[in-house]
């Protein structure tokens, strides 16, 4: 079984599962999937109209189909003002807690920044760094304080940090992501498996276990 917790175009690939990241402002959507997260993405904050879209997060998260809140997040190499993406993660990290539901985090430039909100925060519901790309010492730090780390493109640029944390972290907190770019989940898998030498089989019967640990739904 092939698991991708982290894509957003309605078609699933070769995945089996499919967690479908909708936008805050894709209230239909969420009604037609099984399993998706929702979530104000940091690219999409609009100070004018931020109470409204929260209200919206809020609104769909505690559905049952809604397995978690996000993609939300800090991004510090786009051109939104970032004490406003700040207000909105903070917000979105509240309304996880009160659904309690995981978070699915973009984080651009702001690992440092979200290791330490985690750190200060009560949270336990885990939070998810998609596209995870941070050197291994970040890797087992986020570990450490209850997150998830999702991988995809990244397996295949040997030259990046992603790709050096992804040979020395624990397997229990890993996930697998198209995010999109044109790759298949099924390749993601295959040299996630080969990288670490473990068997499909075992990778699989894995990342399924996680996505029990941390959604609570078994597959
Ligand atoms: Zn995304």
Same mark, same amino acid.
């Given at each position: ?22 936008? $805050? ?6 009604? %037609?999937?099984?399993?998706? %997260? ?5 690219? $999409?904050?609009?100070?004018? %109209? ?21 993609? !939300?997040?800090?991004? +510090?190499?786009?051109? #939104? ?22 978070? #699915? ?17 009560? $949270?336990?519901?885990?939070? #998810? ?23 995809? #493109?990244?397996?295949? +640029?040997?030259?990046? +940090?992603?790709?050096? %944390? ?11 992501? !198209? ?19 473990? !068997? ?20």
């Amino acid at each position: 079984m092939y698991i991708d917790i982290h894509r957003h175009s309605s078609d699933s690939g070769d995945a089996d599962v499919v967690l479908r990241n909708v936008f $805050h402002n894709e209230h239909g959507r969420v009604l %037609s999937e099984n399993y998706c %997260s929702v979530g104000l993405h940091p690219w $999409h904050i609009n100070r004018a %109209s931020l109470v409204r879209d929260l209200g919206l997060v809020g609104k769909m998260a505690l559905q049952s189909n809604v397995l978690a809140i996000g993609e !939300t997040g800090l991004d +510090k190499a786009v051109d #939104i003002d970032i004490e406003t993406q700040r207000e909105a993660f903070r917000a979105q990290a509240e309304i996880a807690k009160m659904a309690n539901k995981p978070l #699915i985090i973009h984080c651009v430039k702001a690992y440092d920044e979200l290791l330490s909100l985690r750190k200060n925060s009560r $949270h336990k519901q885990p939070w #998810i760094f998609h596209w995870f790309n941070a050197a291994p010492q970040t890797a087992f730090d986020l570990i450490a304080k209850g997150c998830y780390l999702s991988f995809g #493109i990244t397996l295949f +640029k040997e030259e990046g +940090k992603a790709f050096k %944390s992804f040979g020395q972290i624990p397997l229990d907190r890993v996930f697998f992501e !198209t995010d999109d770019v044109g790759l298949s989940i099924k390749e993601v898998y295959e040299k996630a498996a080969f990288l670490r030498n473990i !068997t499909m089989d075992k990778l699989m019967g894995q990342i399924k276990l996680n996505f029990k640990n941390c959604f609570g739904k078994s597959l």
